[in-house]
């Protein structure tokens, strides 16, 4: 167990349709990471949050959001699903906002759309 | 923009013996970090280890170590005395320094340890 918590751990929805990931970060943590892995893209960073704060945006769709609440817990909201969203979406979780002594992953989230 | 080639999609290995995985990147910027991250079939993602641009001394873990050639933006991981465990999919990353922990993923190499 690394101490990041991510529910659920498999989804399936349909196209259209707008899911959920939750993410609690390590005990101590401040800064969440979402990452989305997918078969033809690879890892790719998603957003960031500090302290409840959005600090750095990647790759992310307008039809995705997210936000860290006061207790630290993150959401990932995916909205007007398709087809290729379906991928492993992993959060993180650091002490700090650097990031530069590594951090710590979930086991992921494993999304299907159909 | 910042790219990390892993040129090698696959390797096998044989237990106990030594396997050497490539990773080059390419950056205009001097300060910054570079990891090697493992995921094994549970698809769990796990800092295997990292080095700061910054320090000329490779990096080292127990069984992993680094080669960093800096000037030529080459950061290879070498798996001694590789084990059953070993098996995953080995991925090599970039993080610029002061980008709020941005990481930046290479393809990847699958590593395979056999008996």
């Known amino acids: 167990d690394s101490g990041v918590t991510q529910t659920p751990k498999h989804l399936i929805t349909a196209t259209g349709q707008r899911v959920t990931l939750r993410c609690s970060p390590r005990?101590?943590?401040?800064?969440v990471y979402w990452y989305q892995q997918s078969l033809d893209q690879g890892l790719q960073f998603l957003i960031q949050?500090?302290?409840?704060?959005?600090?750095a945006k990647g790759n992310i769709l307008e039809r995705f959001s997210a936000q860290q609440f006061p207790d630290l817990h993150s959401e990932l909201n995916l909205s007007s699903l398709e087809l290729g969203d379906s991928a492993l979406y992993f959060c993180?979780?650091?002490?700090?906002?650097?990031?530069?002594?590594?951090?710590?992953f979930g086991s992921g989230t494993r999304l299907t759309v159909v | 923009a910042q790219t990390v080639t892993q040129s090698q999609p696959e390797m096998s290995v044989q237990e106990a013996e030594t396997v050497t995985l490539s990773c080059t990147y390419d950056?205009?910027?001097?300060?910054?970090?570079l990891f090697w991250y493992k995921q094994p079939p549970s698809r769990q993602m796990i800092l295997v280890i990292r080095?700061?641009?910054?320090?000329?001394q490779n990096a080292t873990e127990n069984r992993f170590s680094v080669n960093f050639q800096k000037a030529a933006k080459s950061f290879s991981l070498k798996i001694s005395d590789s084990q059953l465990g070993d098996t995953a999919m080995y991925f090599c990353?970039?993080?610029?320094?002061?980008?709020?922990?941005?990481?930046?993923f290479g393809a990847g190499t699958q590593v395979v340890v056999t008996p």
């Open positions: 950056t205009s910027e001097n300060n910054y970090y």
């Open positions: 949050y500090y302290n409840g704060e959005e600090r």
């Open positions: 005990s101590g943590d401040l800064s």
């Open positions: 993180a979780s650091s002490p700090q906002t650097g990031g530069g002594d590594g951090y710590t």
């Open positions: 080095q700061e641009a910054y320090k000329q």
């Open positions: 990353a970039f993080m610029k320094h002061g980008s709020w922990g941005k990481l930046q």
